[in-house]
């Protein structure tokens, strides 16, 4: 069992089970005695009973602890390994995973390994070590009487796993069910503005109340089934109880065994009662654990991403040589070539889908071409690690990521060193933040909430951009980055790009034109082919998609 961790508290905590077990034998023989030696209840005995029953309970609570402890850790650990390892997946991976339905899995299937470390496993051996521990005092007290009663084991079991495995098939399906009912609950709650502006609440509504409704329909199931597992244990348990008191009265009876040794097996078989009637959730417990480990284990199977050679990453100009991309067997990206050279500002347009976001993915490595290669300074970019790669590339998307903190933890995210005050409120100023800043109380320390949501969409733009400069990258690229800016912010963000070193290659996309006109070259990309290359002067005059673009957006 891969999800089991095998560590000094659980070896502990199941030895410790293990003498809770036999000292759990000896209370009923000890009661044996008491009551075959002409009744002797003696304050001195019955305290030794009394003390019996709270070492037992000592040792069996202390060694669930132990057992339980192993399993919180082993939760711990299994949760920091899997997203330690889940992070340095290609992006491929999770672009077919749907976020809300992902991250439910990975909680719902860590949980049910918790459950079974924490609960179900020091139960199962506490009960098994009881059983067995109990089945040879049994058989040395009589084992004609104990045969009457073991004989019904193998039946129970029988009926036993395949209910079992029963539940086991239900309970995947309803924990596949929570994970998308999760899923729904996340999509509809971030989102919220947007449904509220499309008046799509009767919808989300309905459509959640439709999985609402299948994830209680297999809760029903589910519980059907664990009703009747327990039951046709315990009704074993019951019939095996019937048998072994009246062959026990018999046995009384005919002068073969002693009232004392028929009041043991009436307490040990009420001691078995707990272990054996267990049996079957303990099982099912166990089946559960195994589907959980399995699907979290086989993460651990796929592939990182390719982190390329041990290349240094230099600065130059950047090659792009029959480079071809396809997503599910959609063609992106066909034959492009292309050189950007260092310092150049290069700016790329087209239509909706025409692979411009695809070609910046794929400069950083996020995508790898099927077809052709992309080089830097002579070297391919495979060859060059892929964290220097990326750690020489400063990306700026229209819709930037934010964590829930302050303005200074988004700024600082993701930098190896820490840039100074004054540094910092320097880019601010270049970004046209500086007076936004200086009407927030608390500064650079204001919260920003949850993916931003507590500023403007202009700031957040802006801010991003600020944390782009403060990693002073060689490579800069703009993905619609001015989108959510108006006229006056847009000029301060142009302006800024005029003013970046030459040294530092810039690529825009865009749609708005008024961000690119000024580039050194802007390339028009359509269809994932380039059908234009030139100065903003030049396509307008000899490119007709690219002349229709410019008069749509009224520049001249």
Request: hydrophobic share 45%; net charge neutral.
């Amino acid at each position: 069992m891969k999800a089991i961790r095998w560590d000094l508290s659980l070896i502990a905590g199941i030895v410790l089970t293990i003498l809770a077990a036999l000292m759990s034998v000896t209370i009923p023989l000890f009661l044996k005695t008491m009551i075959d030696g002409g009744g002797h209840f003696s304050l001195k005995n019955i305290f030794i009973l009394l003390l019996l029953f709270v070492l037992q309970a000592a040792l069996a609570g202390l060694g669930g602890f132990l057992a339980a402890l192993n399993g919180e850790k082993t939760v711990e650990s299994l949760r920091s390994r899997l997203n330690a390892h889940l992070i340095y997946l290609p992006q491929s991976f999770f672009d077919q995973q749907e976020s809300g339905e992902f991250v439910s899995r990975i909680m719902t299937d860590s949980q049910e390994i918790r459950e079974f470390v924490t609960q179900s496993l020091p139960n199962f051996i506490l009960g098994i070590f009881t059983i067995i521990f109990s089945v040879i005092a049994l058989i040395r007290l009589d084992w004609k009487l104990s045969l009457a009663m073991v004989i019904t084991f193998p039946v129970m079991l029988s009926l036993l796993i395949p209910i079992s495995k029963l539940s086991f098939a239900n309970a995947e399906k309803f924990q596949t069910s929570n994970s998308r009912l999760t899923s729904k609950l996340i999509t509809i709650y971030k989102n919220m503005a947007f449904i509220k502006l499309l008046t799509a609440e009767d919808q989300v509504s309905n459509d959640f109340d439709q999985a609402n409704q299948e994830n209680f329909s297999l809760a029903v199931q589910k519980k059907k089934i664990e009703a009747f597992t327990q039951p046709v244990g315990l009704a074993f348990l019951f019939a095996a109880i019937t048998i072994v008191f009246a062959y026990g009265g018999y046995r009384v009876s005919s002068g073969a065994i002693t009232v004392g040794t028929l009041m043991s097996f009436l307490v040990f078989t009420l001691q078995l009662l707990n272990p054996m009637g267990g049996l079957s959730d303990q099982i099912s417990s166990y089946f559960r654990m195994r589907g959980a480990s399995a699907k979290l284990f086989s993460f651990f199977e796929m592939a990182k991403e390719d982190v390329g050679g041990d290349q240094a990453f230099q600065a130059g100009d950047i090659l792009i040589k029959d480079v071809s991309f396809a997503y599910q067997d959609k063609e992106i990206i066909t034959g492009l070539d292309l050189v950007i050279s260092r310092g150049c500002r290069l700016a790329i347009v087209g239509p909706s889908g025409s692979g411009k976001s695809t070609l910046t993915r794929l400069l950083m490595r996020l995508y790898q071409p099927q077809k052709g290669q992309i080089s830097i300074n002579g070297q391919e970019i495979n060859r060059i690690d892929l964290y220097q790669w990326r750690n020489a590339i400063s990306y700026i998307a229209q819709g930037s990521f934010f964590i829930s903190g302050s303005l200074r933890d988004n700024l600082l995210f993701g930098l190896k060193s820490r840039p100074t005050d004054q540094k910092i409120h320097q880019v601010l100023q270049q970004v046209g933040l500086s007076e936004d800043l200086a009407r927030m109380d608390q500064g650079l320390d204001t919260p920003v909430g949850e993916d931003g949501n507590l500023l403007s969409g202009g700031q957040k733009q802006r801010l991003s951009i600020a944390r782009a400069l403060l990693r002073e990258h060689s490579i800069i690229i703009f993905d619609e980055a001015t989108s959510n800016l108006d006229a006056d912010k847009e000029s301060v963000i142009i302006q800024l790009i005029k003013d970046l070193p030459e040294s530092i290659t810039v690529i825009i996309v865009a749609h708005r034109l008024s961000t690119v006109v000024d580039a050194d070259e802007i390339i028009f990309f359509d269809q994932g082919r380039i059908t234009g290359l030139g100065s903003h002067k030049a396509l307008y005059a000899n490119h007709e998609d690219y002349r229709r673009y410019v008069n749509e957006q009224m520049i001249q």
